[in-house]
């Protein structure tokens, strides 16, 4: 576990991004964030060993089984960026806009004692051996996926993949726009914060 890559990338003098955070609670978080940069992703976030393990999905995430989301694992985050919403400014790393797309709790699908630990122990070994396969409470994301390692398209590159259960569905789940926490859409977060600016000026 190590913040050095995303301390590297970042000033914190002049991104709002938070710099660490520790978990409290005894179940695992999960976080998905919409993320307009140079290109439009989504930055699907699972906490392990008290940071986020995080992948770049550029289509988002989906419920349908047959969908195969690549999934491009970048640095781990700090913590606190579970509720990071708002403005990078221009000249950063990831200038752009943020809204926190779902959020929720997640644990591996490997039968275990419940304990945050052992769920973190059977996590970090399936990340290691490229196939992650856990259950989501999200408000969007429900059920059973899969976080594939793929070959050929870099080291980095992953497959997020739904499973089939009661959860699965058709109906694109991007379709679902707001922000879970302030309820609004990027183009509303991103054009509140312009307005704040021309009103300096
Ligand atoms: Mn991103």
């Known amino acids: 576990m190590s913040l050095a890559k995303y301390k590297q990338k970042r000033s914190f003098t002049k991104?709002?991004?938070?710099k660490g955070g520790a978990p409290s609670s005894n179940a695992l978080l999960f976080v998905v964030q919409k993320h307009d940069a140079r290109s439009l992703h989504y930055d699907f976030r699972l906490e392990m060993e008290g940071v986020l393990k995080s992948w770049a999905v550029p289509k988002g995430p989906s419920l349908n089984p047959a969908d195969k989301r690549l999934a491009m694992m970048v640095e781990d985050h700090p913590f606190d960026y579970k509720d990071f919403e708002g403005i990078i400014?221009?000249?950063?790393?990831?200038?752009?806009?943020?809204?926190?797309?779902?959020?929720?709790?997640?644990?591996p699908l490997e039968p275990n004692n419940g304990t945050k630990k052992a769920q973190n122990d059977i996590l970090l070994k399936e990340l290691e051996a490229g196939s992650l396969k856990f259950m989501m409470h999200?408000?969007?994301?429900?059920?059973?996926?899969?976080?594939?390692?793929?070959k050929g398209m870099g080291e980095n590159s992953w497959l997020l993949i739904k499973h089939r259960d009661k959860y699965a569905s058709e109906i694109p789940v991007i379709e679902k726009d707001k922000s879970v926490l302030s309820r609004k859409t990027l183009e509303q977060v991103a054009a509140s914060a312009s307005k704040k600016k021309s009103s300096r000026t």
């Open 89 to 107: 400014p221009e000249g950063n790393y990831g200038a752009g806009t943020v809204i926190v797309w779902d959020t929720g709790t997640y644990e």
């Open 138 to 150: 999200g408000k969007k994301l429900k059920g059973e996926f899969a976080l594939v390692r793929t």
């Open 15 to 18: 991104s709002p991004e938070p």
